[in-house]
């Protein structure tokens, strides 16, 4: 195989942790192994080892360099003891080493094999700051179904405040319990807990896929939700915009019992949604006009068709979004969200 001398450079870093030999657990920085020829005729670039991207050892320790690479005569990633003996590998052609299955302990290994996970920034240092917009609306605005549209359309990560509290729940922590309590009778979370689970989702998100972009949906929900956020970011990043869906009681209150079927969710009833809607009124519209008086507040009339809600979206979105994506085809699931294809029959 001839060498391809349009490599990008390899930036990517490599968290190796839980194997069965402790001395293979820690980090691995691009190879800065000499560019040589393989036995099989392979020349290698910087970074690179049989074509495909490298890794050293940060601590410099393995007597092979580079230590976590891909061999072009087994068609394997293989990663190696500190004394240069292989101790784990996997078969496969994949341009990167996989995360998502478990590796083969080789004779010199001892199980378990270990985790993976590729970091798009240097996980030593600080993660780099998020481009945020906020999307904020009453119960059933549509915030949830629109931002996934961008997500999969557009490359924009969605986070779901709501969706990430409901998720600790389930986890069964300590605030499980409170937080159903909180969410059933429609009211807000202690913030801290809230700003703490987005920001630990946004560095997760932007160090494992190197995006910066999220929508965050459903929050702040308050003042004191704002206030939170600002004591952890507002030093860091400009006050996000944010969307305002704007729609009336009587058309999300249908919405959400449509919905209510199919989510299970234990505020998805009419009780639960009166509560959330007060809520909203006296907690959440603070905030909207909080951004009003910055002028960073974008209204959107949220009880139009669901086609006209996300262009509105998308034309908020252009500037920084990869441009070849914005003439995408809509995918399956799209159309699905758009209500311009049925959802299959379960
Ligand atoms: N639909 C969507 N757009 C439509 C359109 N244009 N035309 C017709 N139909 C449309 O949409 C609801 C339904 O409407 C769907 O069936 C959709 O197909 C259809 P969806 O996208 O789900 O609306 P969404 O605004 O996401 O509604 P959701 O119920 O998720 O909003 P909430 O704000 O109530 O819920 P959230 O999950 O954000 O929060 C739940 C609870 O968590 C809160 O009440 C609170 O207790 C707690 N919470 C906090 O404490 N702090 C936080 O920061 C966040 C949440
Ligand atoms: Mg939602």
């Not at 060498?3 to 190796?16: C, G, H, M, P």
């Not at 101790?87 to 299955?101: H, V």
């Not at 961008?150 to 709501?162: E, M, R, T």
Request: glycine share 8%.
């Amino acid at each position: 195989m001839a060498e391809d001398t349009n490599l990008k450079a390899n930036t990517l870093f490599i968290e190796v942790s839980g194997s069965g030999i402790p001395e293979i657990d820690g980090l691995f920085v691009p190879s800065t192994a000499p560019p040589v020829k393989s036995e099989s005729g392979t020349e290698s670039s910087l970074g690179y080892w049989n074509g495909k991207m490298a890794w050293d050892r940060a601590d410099g320790k393995s007597s092979r360099s580079p230590s976590l690479s891909y061999s072009n005569s087994y068609k394997s990633w293989r990663i190696s003891r500190l004394d240069g003996h292989l101790a784990y590998d996997m078969t496969c052609d994949d341009e990167l080493p996989p995360t998502d299955r478990e590796w083969h302990v080789y004779k010199m290994g001892v199980a378990p094999a270990p985790k993976i996970v590729l970091h798009h920034y240097d996980p030593r240092l600080p993660c780099p700051k998020p481009n945020v917009l906020f999307v904020l609306g009453g119960p059933g605005s549509g915030k949830g179904t629109m931002c996934e549209l961008a997500q999969i359309q557009l490359g924009w990560k969605h986070l779901s405040a709501g969706d990430l509290l409901r998720a600790e729940r389930n986890s069964g922590g300590e605030s499980a319990s409170m937080i159903e309590e909180i969410i059933k009778a429609g009211k807000i979370v202690p913030s801290e807990i809230t700003v703490n689970l987005l920001k630990d989702e946004m560095e997760r998100i932007t160090r494992t896929t190197g995006s910066t972009n999220f929508l965050i949906d459903g929050f702040p929900r308050s003042l004191e939700n704002m206030e939170a956020w600002n004591n952890i970011f507002g030093k860091d990043i400009e006050l996000p915009k944010m969307l305002y869906f704007e729609c009336p009681f009587d058309i999300l209150e249908k919405r959400i019992m449509g919905r209510a079927k199919y989510t299970g969710r234990s505020d998805d009833n009419l009780e639960s949604i009166k509560l959330r809607f007060d809520t909203f009124k006296a907690e959440t519209l603070p905030t909207v006009e909080y951004f009003k008086s910055n002028d960073k507040c974008i209204d959107v009339d949220a009880s139009q068709e669901r086609t006209a809600v996300y262009d509105v979206l998308k034309n908020n979105l252009v500037e920084y979004t990869d441009k070849s994506l914005l003439s995408a085809k809509l995918t399956e699931k799209s159309e699905m969200l758009l209500g311009l294809r049925a959802y299959p029959k379960k």
